[in-house]
């Protein structure tokens, strides 16, 4: 089953813009992971925050995690058409090993 | 490129039938994950294997069952097939099996099933 729901389950913006990608969740996790999935094609990782941890960056994308309302976001910024793709959060549940339980994904378009 | 390979790419089959996937980790990793996507059920675990031994289990049917071989490749073998198994699956590896190692998905097998 799915672990959790994003937000927007769909979102187009301008190239050079930013995009806003909100996961929730529903267990106690130990980490939560972020994907992009670009159509019909395999998972490329993007980064991983720990349960311990509020904020991450990674080149132009930074990640928050608020473990109190189970919910975390992923901002790109100064988007470009390349980072068209579907993008899912994952999380990893405590007491459950190191399997991925996806969200829903979010797909974005960015127009040139 | 992830380094985990998938073979067949595309599997065209009828119901009824079995169909053998086959996945070959990234070097050095021991843990091998399946997933399916599916339209309806998204993204899904379906089992990991872990230097040869069934590690954890998750949303898989019993019509389906996998193995990891001593070189470490695993197979994902899916029997008495129905329409409702189209979907895409996909093969992960990470390196020790911990929470914290990220996985490295395979480019995945597309299965349809007539």
């Known amino acids: 089953s799915q672990q959790g729901e994003e937000d927007p389950q769909a979102l187009s913006i301008q190239e050079g813009e930013n995009a806003t990608m909100n996961c929730s969740y529903k267990?106690?996790?130990?980490?939560l992971q972020w994907y992009r999935q670009n159509s019909g094609r395999g998972l490329v990782h993007l980064i991983l925050?720990?349960?311990?941890?509020r904020e991450k960056h990674s080149g132009r994308l930074r990640v928050t995690l608020d473990t109190s309302k189970k919910s975390s976001s992923l901002l790109i910024t100064a988007s470009r058409a390349a980072d068209t793709a579907s993008y899912f959060c994952?999380?990893?549940?405590?007491?459950?090993?190191?399997?991925?339980?996806f969200g829903t994904g979010t797909r974005l378009a960015v127009r040139p | 490129d992830s380094g985990v390979t998938q073979t067949p790419k595309h599997l065209i089959t009828a119901t009824g039938q079995r169909v053998t996937l086959r996945c070959s980790p990234r070097?050095?990793?021991?843990?091998v994950y399946w997933y399916q996507q599916s339209l309806d059920q998204g993204l899904q675990f379906l089992i990991q294997y872990y230097n040869g031994e069934e590690r954890a289990k998750g949303n898989i049917l019993e019509r389906f069952s996998a193995q990891q071989f001593p070189d470490l490749h695993s197979e994902l073998n899916l029997s008495s097939l129905e329409l409702g198994d189209s979907a895409l699956y996909f093969c992960a590896s990470s390196t020790s099996g911990t929470p914290y190692n990220e996985q490295f998905f395979g480019p995945g097998t597309r299965l349809t099933v007539l």
């Open positions: 994952a999380t990893v549940k405590k007491s459950s090993g190191d399997k991925l339980t």
């Open positions: 070097s050095g990793d021991l843990s």
């Open positions: 267990t106690s996790i130990n980490n």
């Open positions: 925050i720990r349960s311990n941890e």
